[in-house]
């Protein structure tokens, strides 16, 4: 089985603890894991902003850069949505316009080998207990992209309620948008903090030490919103949660 | 201004245009269910009953016998002095009653019938699932207008003949061609705060008379 | 689609005031949640949801595949039935077909059936310049016409006001319109509504000419099917002389049988009811029962433009029941006028784009007015794709290279050469983390600037993680 780590543009710039640690993860379950270099960016910033065309080198580029891997794991929800939703709508629509199946064919791919990591942990694997220690208390953010469009369901819990010493507790109103959505946060600035502070309010009202979620682009906001209310409470990824261990806790 | 009939051809033109690549529609698939309720008369009947004293109808049931008495008791406990007859009515149905009647022949105007307290119809049929009664405006149910001005609606259904499970048993059951009033209970509003108040221009009360042999 | 809301502010503009009106914020996050949380047990109660949403779906695609011949098929069936049909290429000739229609009863009042179609051609407006009064008659589009208002929302227009202010339009305004509002009259929800029912009874009974617009008309019948709840749209459809019904061509189901999914489906996603308390069904006229003249204007007004596109077509699907407004969280927030259209929320924003093109300022911004969360595509009875048309009308805004996305356009260009080039990526990345103790708080520029008004950065790195592979596994 060869299984590639799709690591996304944010996770390598911005978050390489969130990559590290699903590498951790992965190896501590026995998966030889590969980082192909030729990787970089799913093109959704691109693509969701209007700028289609502009994201069509990146199809390629990802449908490159993990040819011939059995799995292609990746802890970002929005980003597997695109690849699985949108990539074959970019296909179609270059084969609509007359510009062959080149596109539809990279799609088709590589959608079906790309999981989000708790797909990957709970339907591949087939684990929910990863042997992780985080002896806090968390409320977990699901974000919509892995909500909706990927369907995770309860997986991400499952994963979390295994996790020894964690207390899980609810987040009201969990399953309204963050108020991220991309260039959203930026067109739409007024809305998107009003929708990231109602969150913010649920996630605080429950006390919890930790806000954890699957998208660090959500948590992007979400977390720079915590931070810089002052407030008592981190953003975090939940791959960094079930890494951490007795041996090697996360501080 | 262009003339009638060229905006027909235009409006059709632009349609055939926007469709004229477009690849032939899926096919309609019907694989919902027919009906979700157990076919059991007696738990069709009780569904029928919840459901439309869970939308704030009174119901009642009764025997063909009994009906005059209980149409007259309902009447008298609304303080209906006057109640407006459809053509077709079965006269024993008043029998128990008191109150004026207003018969719709020649027709009553909208003033006569906003001053009528009440009105007793039958009804076409009976829909469990949603808690609706259906007119039709066939005998004993008269136009309309008759069972939407006054403020109350008595309306009868006869049990064995008349109620069924579902929309889609509903359907195939009625004529198209004739006006049709589904009615689920007292009018209501939720335009307040998208909060449901009963009682806004229909009949603010809606009296269902369940009758069987 | 009429001008009323044209020379609107872009959505962003529009929706700032809103966001920051906490009262505004109350009442829309009341209500929308209220009805939200109903919506999802009324659906729960059918197990066959998702096969009847299918089942809606492709009911209207295929109308719309055959729309010429559904078209033609209404206007033999309406015809025979005694009713006269009409064509109106746009907003205009309907307005103009109605005026006209209704002058040549010789009445200068009209009582009105809440319909979206009238609003989207601005008649009440039009037949007031031709000196006919129109009275609104649904108790929402009461309330928006006696406080001098626009709608908000597509089922409940005056969902942007609570009780308080409900009660105060009319103390001071039903006197200036026909009968007064009730002495010592409350903001309670059932006494406001016995104030409408008085208000408006007298209007009911002296009226000759209704005008309604319709929920479904079906082809093989010539059926026009009203769903509704207070009465005040069967009054409309009955007590006149003349009706005259103005729908959209897309209204069009093909049998009768069709609206077995509909009148199952509908209810429960607008107002969360097993089945709303009234719905009239009729074909053409009918001796000695309602109106004894049927008129049905057939509307266009950019439906056929909206048909053309490939993706954005099936917004044509929507049967109005506005359950994406119920759970979107940007219509919560911005509340519906923003939306600069008498269609709001989600199904506004592919909507309204496509009936009036995206010349506009508020048009162009309505593509982005979402944060592409998915909520309304997952409550859309018939499946319409919100989130696929917002992102296929944004590529159109975009190609355009209005206001601010020829540099967008730029950037986004650059960017992809970016990420295509590794290697150049990657040193970016190390220069940003180098220099990571220097990035300041606040960052000024369109994009940075609007972040960081609200969020801080994430601190930066030490290294990229592909530094960090290279370091550990290469």
């Known amino acids: 089985m060869r299984v590639a780590l799709f690591a996304t543009c944010v996770n390598d710039a911005l978050y390489p603890s969130t990559a590290i640690a699903t590498v951790k993860v992965l190896e501590r379950l026995g998966v030889e894991v590969e ?14 902003t209007g700028y289609r065309r502009a994201t069509e080198p990146l199809v390629r580029r990802m449908a490159r850069a993990f040819e011939g891997y059995d799995h292609v794991v990746t802890p970002s929800g929005s980003c597997v949505a695109m690849v699985r939703d949108n990539y074959p709508r970019i296909g179609a629509k270059a084969v609509a316009e007359g510009r062959g199946g080149e596109l539809a064919d990279a799609a088709a791919s590589l959608a079906p080998h790309v999981h989000e990591l708790t797909e990957f942990l709970v339907d591949v694997l087939g684990v929910t207990d990863v042997g992780a220690y985080f002896p806090h208390t968390v409320t977990y953010h699901p974000s919509c992209h892995g909500l909706r469009v990927l369907g995770l369901r309860d997986r991400p819990r499952r994963l979390l309620e295994a996790v020894k010493g ?59 919103m915590l931070r810089r209310q002052e407030a008592p409470q981190r953003a975090l990824h939940l791959a960094e949660i079930l890494a951490s261990t007795e041996e090697e806790p996360l501080r | 201004m262009t003339s009638p009939s060229s905006s027909r051809d235009r409006v059709l033109g632009r349609v055939r245009r926007a469709l004229a690549e477009a690849p032939e529609a899926p096919e309609v698939t019907r694989d919902y269910l027919v009906t979700h309720t157990p076919d059991d008369p007696a738990t069709v009947l009780d569904l029928l009953h919840e459901n439309l004293v869970d939308y704030r109808a009174g119901v009642h049931r009764g025997t063909r016998q009994g009906l005059p008495s209980l149409i007259g008791r309902l009447l008298a406990d609304h303080g209906a002095r006057s109640v407006v007859v459809p053509p077709g009515l079965p006269g024993a149905w008043l029998a128990g009653s008191d109150a004026r009647r207003r018969y719709d022949d020649p027709p009553l105007t ?72 589904w009615i689920s209970g007292p009018s209501a509003t939720s335009d307040i705060e998208l909060d449901r108040v009963e009682g806004v221009h229909g009949p603010r009360t809606l009296e269902v008379v369940l009758v069987a042999d | 689609m009429s001008g009323t809301y044209l020379g609107m502010p872009s959505f962003p503009e529009a929706a700032r005031e809103a966001v920051h009106d906490p ?93 979206m179609a009238t609003q989207e051609t601005g008649l009440n407006e039009a037949l007031e310049a031709e000196g006919i009064r129109a009275y609104e ?54 006494e406001l509504a016995e104030a409408a029912r008085l208000h408006l009874r007298e209007k009911f009974l002296r009226a000759r000419v209704g005008i309604s617009g319709a929920n479904f008309m079906v082809a093989e019948t010539g059926t026009l099917v009203v769903v509704e709840s207070e009465g005040n749209g069967r009054m409309c459809l009955t007590l006149p002389e003349t009706l005259i019904s103005v729908v959209g061509i897309e209204k069009i189901v093909p049998t009768w049988r069709d609206l077995e999914v509909f009148l199952q489906t509908l209810p429960r996603s607008s107002t969360a009811e097993r089945m709303n308390p009234y719905t009239s069904m009729w074909t053409g006229t009918t001796d000695g029962d309602g109106p004894r003249t049927f008129h049905l204007v057939l509307l266009d007004n950019g439906r056929t ?38 269609y709001p929320g ?10 009036r093109g995206t010349g506009s300022e ?95 950065l994430p601190a930066m790195p030490p290294e990229p993680f592909r530094d960090w592979w290279k370091k550990n596994h290469a």
């Open chain 1, 35 to 48: 980082f192909p270099a030729a990787q970089t960016c799913c093109g959704q910033p691109q693509y969701n």
């Open chain 1, 166 to 224: 964690l207390e899980l507790v609810e987040l009201p109103g969990a399953e309204e948008c963050c108020g991220f959505g991309g260039t959203f946060a930026v067109k739409n600035a007024d809305v998107s903090e009003a929708m990231g502070d109602d969150k913010i309010r649920n996630a605080l009202s429950t006390d919890a030490d930790v806000l954890c979620g699957a998208d660090n682009s959500c948590l992007m906001h979400l977390g720079g």
């Open chain 2, 110 to 181: 909208p003033a006569e019938l906003d001053s009528a307290d009440a009105v007793v119809t039958g009804c076409a049929l009976a829909v469990a699932e949603t808690g609706t009664v259906v007119l039709d405006a066939g005998p004993g149910q008269g136009r309309r207008a008759l069972t939407l001005v006054p403020d109350l609606h008595i309306c009868v259904v006869d049990v064995l003949g008349q109620v069924v499970a579902s929309l889609p048993q509903a359907l195939p059951r009625l004529d198209p061609t004739r006006p049709t009033t």
């Open chain 3, 23 to 115: 009262t505004l914020r109350g009442n829309l996050r009341h209500a929308t949640h209220t009805i939200r949380d109903k919506r999802a047990r009324a659906v729960a109660e059918l197990d066959d949801w998702a096969r009847l949403r299918e089942a809606g779906k492709r009911i209207k695609d295929h109308t719309l595949r055959y729309l010429d011949r559904y078209l033609v098929r209404v206007e033999e069936a309406v015809t025979a039935a005694g009713g006269t049909v009409h064509w109106a290429a746009d907003a205009e000739e309907a307005n103009r077909i109605v005026a006209d229609l209704v002058k040549a009863t010789g009445e200068s009042e009209v009582v009105k059936v809440k319909s």
């Open chain 3, 137 to 190: 008659t649904d108790l929402a589009e009461l309330i928006v016409q006696l406080g001098g208002d626009r709608p908000s929302h597509i089922l409940v227009p005056a969902i942007h006001r609570n009780r308080g202010e409900i009660r105060d339009i009319f103390r001071s305004e039903m006197g200036e319109w026909g009968r007064p509002a009730p002495e010592g009259l409350t903001d309670t929800p059932a």
């Open chain 3, 305 to 342: 433009d909206t048909l053309a596109d490939e993706v954005g077509r099936q917004a044509l699907r929507c049967i109005r029941c506005s359950a994406c407004l119920n759970v979107c969280p940007v219509y919560e927030r911005a509340g519906g006028h923003a939306y600069g259209s008498v």
């Open chain 3, 346 to 355: 989600p199904i506004g924003a592919i909507l309204s784009p496509q009936l």
């Open chain 3, 362 to 456: 508020i048009d162009a911004s309505l593509p982005y007015a979402s944060s592409l969360c998915g909520a309304c595509y997952e409550v859309c009875p018939v499946a319409i794709d919100i989130p696929e048309v917002l992102v296929h009308l944004r590529e159109k805004v975009a190609d355009q290279g209005g206001k601010g996305h020829r540099l967008e356009g730029v950037a986004m260009r650059t960017a992809t050469w970016l990420l295509d080039h590794p290697a150049a990526l990657n040193a970016g990345e190390r220069l940003a983390s180098r220099t990571r103790k220097l990035h300041p708080k606040r960052l000024p520029g369109p994009g940075a600037r609007e972040w960081t008004n609200s969020r801080d």
